[in-house]
């Protein structure tokens, strides 16, 4: 019953292995992927995500004291872009056979948007290929900031609500005694949102959520109420949120929404 992709991490292809995967086996991975889905299903494919907390043995990170305020994301990407152009090629080659968008993780500056959309645009010169739909990751607090800034050049927004909570809170999403405070239903995480989802539509942009919270019954009808246009879920809740979504009210969703 999904409708769609609204998150691939492309970091499960490149995890738990001694090399980085080939553009050829990125590019038949992700096509497969593209012919499951396709042409009208979109699939959301996030550029690599790995750094300090997720790291790989092939792409050394010197030892850090605060790896989630280290080198991660687009940091990486921009730092390794025969990493990035060669997994942009596999994508853009993938992209000929559906309907695929693509976004970067962790960006918290229009600097690290403009860089990483511009290495997107020469790859796909470079290629002929079809221009792709490019938007961002808003899970650092400096971008939902911004979101009006970054709306008026992204495609879409996709909020990473896991670590968007960490970095609003300052709490270590996996801290084991903070974790009944790591709240993503926070009022100043809510308002985050919000403030996100008003600057895309302005600018005829969607935005999903693609964090933890999506498929959380509690926070659904608030999202909803908030104006998101897509969920991002697991697997296995996809069916309760199509049918909780299904008998949710808008207006009763928005004025929770303001409530909260
Ligand atoms: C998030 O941060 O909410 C997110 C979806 O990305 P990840 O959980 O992979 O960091
Ligand atoms: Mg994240």
Redo the contacts with the bound molecule.
């Keep these: 019953g999904g409708e769609a992709i609204g998150?691939l991490?492309s970091e499960f292809l490149f995890l738990h292995r001694a090399t980085a995967p080939s553009e050829r086996e990125q590019e038949t991975v992700y096509a497969d992927i593209v012919r499951v889905l396709g042409r009208d299903r979109r699939v959301v494919i996030?550029a690599l995500?790995v750094g300090g907390d997720k790291p790989l043995p092939y792409l050394p990170i010197p030892r850090e004291d605060n790896p989630f305020l280290g080198e991660r994301g687009i940091r990486v990407l921009l730092d390794h872009p025969d990493l990035f152009r060669t997994q942009l090629r596999a994508i853009l080659r993938a992209s000929r056979g559906g309907f695929v968008s693509i976004m970067f993780?962790m960006i918290a500056t229009m600097g690290e948007w403009r860089a990483a959309r511009a290495i997107l645009e020469e790859e796909r010169e470079r290629m002929g290929t079809p221009r792709i739909e490019a938007g961002i990751?808003v899970?650092v607090a400096s971008a939902a900031v911004l979101a009006d800034q970054f709306a008026k050049e992204v495609d879409f927004f996709s909020?990473?609500?896991?670590?968007?909570t960490q970095y609003t809170l300052a709490m270590d999403r996996g801290h084991p005694r903070l974790a009944p405070q790591v709240d993503g239903l926070s009022p100043a995480v809510l308002r985050l949102i919000d403030q996100t989802v008003r600057a895309a539509k302005a600018y005829g942009r969607w935005t999903g959520v693609?964090?933890?919270i999506a498929g959380d019954p509690q926070a659904v009808p608030l999202l909803v109420g908030l104006g998101v246009d897509e969920l991002s879920v697991s697997v296995p809740v996809i069916r309760a949120v199509k049918a909780q979504v299904r008998r949710l009210r808008l207006a009763e969703c928005r004025t929770l929404a303001a409530a909260a």
């Design positions: 998150l991490r996030r995500d993780p990751m899970e909020i990473g609500t896991n670590d968007l693609c964090g933890g």
